[in-house]
């Protein structure tokens, strides 16, 4: 079985293997007329330069934090300088699967236009296929990395025995800790692009100058899809990538707890290194289920989509199944509790099922035509407030049942199998990110393609076909939103589990002062994180929304061709020749340039202070406060994030997708509504506040949850409680001293040691004796230099 890790990496070659083939097909399908492949390629440049702009100061970043590793690693028992060798890797990876899926994207959305001039089903092929690129590139790049490096660092260290396995454990979290950080700064980063270019385009776009979505009359229309690209694909990705190592990473120092027991003597390894190897297989099973996402024309892309992650859903429990029964003893005992594989089993299709669950409820909430979203659409009648107080309580409502399941997750898994079985059920989860990040990288691709196509006055029918694939691609978005915050809750929690291990924590008492001052502060995180990122975007759409106006104003061909749109109320097919010789002559006067510059400039300067915060506060309340009262932070953290994440993205949704029905048409009271309307522009002004919610500070919040677990898992060696300390926790300690063959006599010892606030060390024996039947119980209590003999004589 030992041999079988030597092939984890063999799954993430198949993986980019797949990728490329993917890849190199994408980009062998036709481009179209000279002006969409125009309009793409000033997508594509702009999407790129802030991907240059963005690396360039996280490159400062990762030089700053691995210098600052080696010097941790070097002097901590247990660690190396090479910690820092995992964060740069796992920066590199997370930096790099973000440009994959950026250069794909961009590549993917303009041919999803060409072929939507043909039939539906080729464009859901090509933006799937580019989405695909992006879904099995992330999975791939995250198995390699950290099997790769558990190979080296076993080889270097080795994995004979516990301590050496604790070190390579150590060391490889630094990986993690890269990974979330290049996540959290793209998220925001990303997120303050996009909605700072959205919000721009449509105030002034839509509300003031009346003009369509996309149109190329709008100077902040390419920055727009430039945005879709950096915050819903770059961003995305990202986030999935970070969970997903982060789940396997929290598992395997969770699974090192069995290292030593005699049940894993044939495989000792086993409980560490089955979450890499469901990761291995989910990759497997993702490749699997892209071959079934087709659909004929006139049919539902969404049953497409969902045959295809359904599928791969039913191979992945097969399989997951085969691999716990290989990987695991059937039963082994530890701390007199008592697990079994099938209960590890159970908690993995518990995280599989309860990530579905989620993302089943955020399309009620969020999808087209649903109740929520109708009750938004009905309010519109009645102005802006009325809107957006309605879609706040939506928003509210909705974080009430992906609540629930998340805790019935984590009460059924640890029930399974305890803290190992948390951890689990994230893999489990997150097996199929693959797939999943495929469905939620169609989205955006799908978004920009019906960008291109009005961008390029391309025929009604083809602006129809990009639209199904639009609203579809709306609902897959809000579920991966929905997917990413449950893994990231149990993500979180996995991290967290692994954090107390590490730093020698066994419970966290709230009574304490301390802890529950971390409670609070934790609690307070989420709300200024997301009032930085909101002001953060506020400030760069002012920026953008002046630029336009400016440019609205001072360049005479936009000035003159809005007005004949006007005339006409934008729909130009009835325009006489000279007006539309007047519109044609503002065919590319816009400057994009300007708007672009704007987003990038604001967005690589709006992230650094989030980043900074998420990093550094588990950094000093630890050191500080110590490993209780940072356990208590993340606690707090995890909570009121999880909680605000939903709210955000599902309130924010419900808005987005309240606009979209009211544009397609709606009666109301026996009166119809559309595009223009009162109630549109009161759900467009929804819709721009719902943009930052669910685009920028509620992603984000994700990532802030898991990098504070990671970056106090990284810290856990250094700040972790002495063993005397540990003893205090552990009030319950139950030691069965001996029982003889016949079964006539069996004594029990429970000893229970408790440390006041003034460090005073009190320890309760409690010895039961039965013999033939008859139970005789002896209570005896030491103190001070008589316990620590005690804790002493149990440690030999």
Request: some cysteine; overall charge negative; charged content about 15%.
């Amino acid at each position: 079985m030992e041999s079988l890790i030597y092939l984890l990496p063999l799954a993430g070659i198949l993986g980019l293997v797949f990728m490329f083939i993917k890849s190199s097909w994408v980009t062998k399908q036709e481009v179209g007329t000279p002006k969409m492949a125009v309009i793409a390629k000033h997508i594509a440049d702009g999407a790129l330069a802030f991907l240059k702009a963005e690396y360039k100061v996280l490159l400062i970043f990762v030089i700053a934090v691995a210098v600052l590793l080696v010097f941790k690693g070097n002097s901590e028992e247990n660690s190396s300088g090479l910690v820092a060798l995992s964060f740069v890797v796992g920066a590199f990876m997370s930096a790099l699967a973000g440009f994959i899926g950026m250069q794909i994207a961009t590549k993917a959305n303009v041919r999803t236009t060409n072929a939507a001039r043909t039939s539906l089903n080729k464009a859901l092929e090509v933006a799937f296929s580019g989405g695909a690129v992006m879904g099995i590139g992330v999975v791939s790049l995250g198995v390699i990395g950290l099997s790769v490096l558990f190979l080296i660092y076993s080889n270097i260290y080795g994995v004979d025995d516990a301590d050496g396995l604790t070190t390579v454990l150590n060391i490889i979290s630094g990986f993690s800790l890269g990974a979330s950080s290049i996540a959290l700064f793209a998220r925001v980063g990303g997120g303050i692009y996009t909605k700072a270019a959205d919000v721009g385009a449509d105030l002034v776009g839509k509300v003031e100058a009346g003009i369509p979505e996309d149109h190329p009359l709008n100077p902040a229309t390419i920055a727009d899809n430039v945005g879709d690209n950096v915050g819903d694909v770059a961003g995305m990705g990202a986030d999935l990538f970070e969970s997903f190592v982060g789940s396997i990473i929290a598992t395997m120092v969770l699974g090192a707890v069995f290292f030593n027991i005699d049940a894993f003597a044939e495989f000792k390894l086993g409980a560490v290194m089955l979450p890499l190897a469901l990761a291995a297989v989910g990759i497997i099973t993702s490749i699997i289920g892209t071959f079934f996402v087709k659909v004929k024309e006139g049919g539902n892309p969404q049953t497409a989509l969902n045959t295809g992650e359904y599928l791969s859903s039913v191979i992945m429990i097969i399989a997951s199944y085969f691999l716990i029964q290989n990987f695991l003893p059937e039963v082994w005992t530890i701390n007199q509790i008592e697990y079994t594989s099938m209960g590890v089993f159970w908690a993995t299709i518990v995280g599989l099922f309860a990530g579905l669950g989620v993302g089943l409820i955020t399309e009620y909430y969020t999808g087209t035509g649903t109740k929520p979203v109708r009750g938004i659409v009905k309010q519109s009648v009645t102005g802006t407030a009325t809107n957006i107080i309605y879609g706040l309580g939506v928003g509210m409502k909705s974080t009430a049942i992906p609540i629930l399941l998340i805790a019935a997750a984590i009460i059924l898994s640890f029930h399974f199998a305890g803290l190992y079985g948390i951890a689990i059920a994230a893999v489990g989860m997150l097996a199929n990110t693959g797939i999943q990040l495929a469905v939620d990288a169609y989205g955006p691709i799908s978004d920009n393609a019906g960008g291109i196509a009005q961008m390029a006055e391309l025929p009604k029918e083809v602006r129809e076909r990009t639209d199904k694939l639009d609203a579809v691609g709306n609902t897959t978005a809000a579920i991966g939103k929905g997917f990413a915050i449950a893994s990231a809750a149990l993500t979180a929690l996995a991290l967290f589990s692994a954090f107390m291990q590490q730093a020698h924590i066994t419970s966290i008492d709230i009574s304490k002062s301390t802890v529950m001052a971390g409670l609070f502060v934790g609690g307070m995180l989420p709300f200024v994180f997301s009032a930085i990122s909101m002001g953060a975007v506020s400030r760069a759409a002012m920026a953008m929304i002046k630029e336009v106006r400016r440019q609205f104003k001072e360049i005479p061909e936009l000035k003159n061709a809005l007005e004949i749109m006007k005339k006409y109320d934008s729909d130009m097919s009835k325009a006489t020749p000279e007006d539309r010789a007047i519109f044609d002559k503002a065919d590319g006067v816009a400057e994009y340039s300007k708007c672009v510059e704007i987003s990038t400039k604001a967005s690589i300067k709006e992230m650094v202070l989030p980043g900074i915060l998420a990093i550094a506060t588990p950094v000093l309340v630890g050191f500080i406060g110590g490993a209780e009262m940072l356990g208590g932070l993340l606690a707090g953290v995890t909570v009121t994030g999880v909680l605000m994440a939903i709210f955000q993205s599902n309130a924010g949704g419900a808005w987005d997708n309240a606009k979209k029905m009211i544009e397609e048409g709606v009666t109301i009271n026996g009166v119809e509504y559309g595009k223009g309307s009162g109630p549109h522009k009161a759900a467009v002004v929804g819709d721009t506040v719902g943009d930052p919610f669910k685009d920028t500070s509620g992603p984000s919040l994700n990532i802030l949850l898991k990098l504070m677990s990671v970056v106090a898992l990284v810290i856990a060696p250094s700040i972790a409680l002495d063993m005397d300390k540990v003893a205090a926790h552990n009030n319950d300690i139950t030691i069965e001293l001996h029982e003889k063959s016949d079964s006539t006599e069996k004594v029990e010892k429970k000893v229970e040691i408790r440390i006041d606030d003034d460090g005073e060390k009190t320890a309760k024996i409690t010895t039961t004796t039965i013999i033939n039947g008859e139970e005789k119980v002896e209570v005896k209590t030491l103190k001070g230099d008589e316990v620590d003999k005690l804790i002493k004589k149990e440690k030999e």
